[in-house]
């Protein structure tokens, strides 16, 4: 199926690997079809567009490579709506944000896939260790400069 982006212009996608919000993300309670867009071979980051509106886009990763003991205390209910029986089988993923000149993560709203049936929920904690901007990565130039002769 094709989609509009507005960042892409039109892309092609599988639309049995749609993700689907049931419940849509925080903000965007109407929005549950996704797709997720990886525009880099390498990168870390990818676009999670909506289906059904080419404005609609979040960067997202996965937070494990920012955060290695990063941990979703998922309750049980959470997981059935999106019928899921394993953790263990679910991707995650953190919305992204530029802030100045640092990309942030979302640690207290991650978004728990279900990778056998493609439905997703976005989750909210209240764990303190978290927050809805932890630094990930700068990006200034004089920090990429230290960092080579580091």
């Known amino acids: 199926m094709i989609i509009e982006t507005s960042r892409f212009g039109p892309l092609e996608v599988d639309e049995h690997r749609l993700i689907t919000f ?10 549950s079809r996704y797709a997720l867009i990886q525009t880099a071979e390498n990168s870390c980051f990818y676009w999670l567009q909506a289906v059904d509106r080419a404005d609609l886009a979040f960067v997202v990763c996965d937070p ?35 802030v100045d000149q640092m990309l942030t993560g979302n640690l207290q709203g991650p978004l728990v896939v279900n990778v056998e ?7 909210v904690l209240s764990d303190r260790r978290y927050s809805t901007r932890h630094p ?9 400069l230290v960092s080579k002769t580091a």
């Open 22 to 31: 049931p419940k849509g993300i925080l903000g965007f309670p109407d929005q």
């Open 64 to 98: 494990r490579l920012f955060v290695p003991d990063y941990c979703v205390p998922v309750k049980l209910d959470e997981l059935s709506q999106i019928h899921l029986q394993n953790p263990s089988t679910a991707q995650v993923f953190i919305i992204v944000n530029k």
């Open 117 to 123: 049936t493609r439905e997703a929920r976005q989750l």
């Open 136 to 144: 990930l990565m700068n990006l200034s130039p004089q920090a990429e």
